[in-house]
């Protein structure tokens, strides 16, 4: 004997098997766009940590380690646990012009995964005494 089973009967279990292929779907999109905000929060913390350490290095007296000093203090204090271990580079200052350049690892959501790597370089003109020159 053959039952035709109504309609709705017939659907009864569908329901979950579209849950568990869409899920997993949902949960990756999820988890990248959250370390898409984690890297860039991570960029903006070196970008900041080396903008402040121009600042400080292009003082009148001060020079590019003040300034990588103050990079690395600055890149520790902000970055907390999203940007781990931040290096901090002048190479490329001159006697007119301090570049900082900070580099480090976001951290990543995904286990076995190392982090991504950000950096950051600013530079900006040396402040120095000058006198006014005569014109002639």
Known sequence: MNRVLPRHDRDRGSSPIQVAIIFPIVILLTLSAVQGFLWAYARNVAYTAAREGVSAGRMYEAGPEDGA????????DLGGNILTGP??????????????????????LV???GGFTVSATVSGPIERWTTAQGNG
């Open 87 to 108: 290096q901090v580079s002048t190479a490329g200052s001159t006697q007119e012009r301090i570049r900082i350049r900070v580099e480090g690892q976001a951290i990543s």
């Open 111 to 113: 286990p076995g995964v």
């Open 69 to 76: 000093a103050k990079a690395q203090a600055a890149a520790q």
